[in-house]
């Protein structure tokens, strides 16, 4: 297999055809909202609870960032602590235009530490709360605290806000108590979707990246569009929230996801694709037929040794709270488990202003 820089693939190499991937929502109504005004207005915590040891290879880092992107962080990191870009790790990443808290891992081995106070990076503090042996993987956290602000213009008559505010509450309380589907949002397909765009041609033109964190990056968002593009066509159905013959167990997800108990074995999947094959059913025969136009992708994922994984398609929040200032300003703290997109939760019910960047993986 050919080695490549995408920028150099040639324009006619780029794809005629793409997954129907943009996530459906619930309400076909919706209501316009402004978002993001101000990085204090989409607050992010990581929760997980890492197994300390003094004597592990890896310092683990709380690192708290406003308005500044993940990867790049991790890489200032790195240099400051002298080691390599791979050595520094994390759970997953965390929007730009936000206040955000994750955590991270830099391998140091038996070497001393840097003075982490040292370390001054615009808008980023660092704070080191010991050793643990294992370098931390995507997906490693067990969820994110959300803190988001939602505006939206004053109605003109203003016996029209109540009505709007308790249609607001009546469909947050809904996906409170059953659920939301459990899609990916924009953040993973990058701005006007370029990642899709881009990982199309790329799988297609039959190379490998030289840039392992971009194809990281261009196989997650393909495969996403894809599971979407499954979600929407259930949505469709109206059995996106219901088993169908062939459906795959995803217990041990689901509770991560927010279901507990016996409902977690009644939550169907989607499927993040890895090969050509698909399983049995009626959600098989879907899926195939969804994918059909793209063997020669479906193929590449192969040889590229992607394994195929099914996602639920059901999200529920752990915790789902909010708050209204006047008839216009909502605050939501929000609760979700590791690959979930509050962005996903919020377009159930609002239009958003904001252009999609980097959210927190599902890894």
Not at 26 to 39: D, G, N
Not at 140 to 147: L, M
């Amino acid at each position: 297999m050919r080695w490549c820089c995408l920028n150099a693939l040639p324009e006619d190499t780029m794809p005629l055809m793409e997954p129907d991937y943009h996530a459906l929502p619930l309400w076909e109504e919706r209501f316009s909202a402004s978002w993001k005004a101000v990085p204090e207005d989409f607050r992010v915590d990581e929760l997980a609870d890492f197994e300390r040891d003094p004597k592990g290879e890896q310092v683990l880092l709380q690192v708290s960032k406003r308005g500044q992107n993940t990867h790049w962080v991790a890489r200032e990191i790195a240099r400051f602590a002298g080691v390599r870009d791979f050595d520094v790790a994390y759970c997953g990443l965390k929007d730009r235009q936000a206040v955000t808290r994750q955590w991270m891992s830099v391998y140091l081995g038996a070497r001393p530490e840097p003075d982490w106070s040292q370390c001054r990076l615009p808008e980023v503090q660092i704070l080191p709360v010991g050793r643990t042996r294992r370098k931390l993987r995507r997906g490693d956290h067990a969820g994110n605290r959300f803190k988001i602000v939602i505006t939206m213009e004053a109605l003109e008559h203003e016996a029209e806000n109540q009505p709007r505010r308790a249609e607001i509450d009546r469909r947050l309380t809904v996906l409170k108590r059953d659920g939301y589907p459990n899609a990916f949002g924009p953040q993973r397909f990058g701005r006007e979707d370029d990642n899709v765009r881009r990982a199309l041609t790329w799988l297609k033109h039959g190379t490998r990246m030289k840039n392992r964190h971009l194809q990281g990056v261009y196989l997650s968002a393909i495969r996403a569009a894809f599971f979407n593009a499954v979600l929407n066509a259930r949505l469709r159905q109206g059995n996106w929230n219901q088993l169908l013959t062939g459906d795959v167990p995803v217990a041990a997800a689901a509770a991560e996801l927010g279901w507990g108990g016996l409902s977690a074995c009644l939550v169907p999947s989607g499927v993040l694709p890895g090969d050509a094959r698909f399983g049995e059913g009626e959600k098989g025969k879907l899926e195939e037929q969804i994918m059909a136009p793209f063997q020669e992708v479906l193929a590449q994922l192969h040889r590229l040794g992607v394994r195929g994984q099914n996602r639920p398609l059901v999200a529920r929040c752990q915790a789902l709270d909010w708050e209204w200032e006047g008839m216009s300003r909502l605050t939501l703290s929000i609760t979700l488990g590791k690959g979930c997109y509050a962005s996903s939760l919020l377009e159930q019910i609002f239009i958003l202003d904001s252009e999609g960047e980097e959210s927190d993986d599902d890894h």
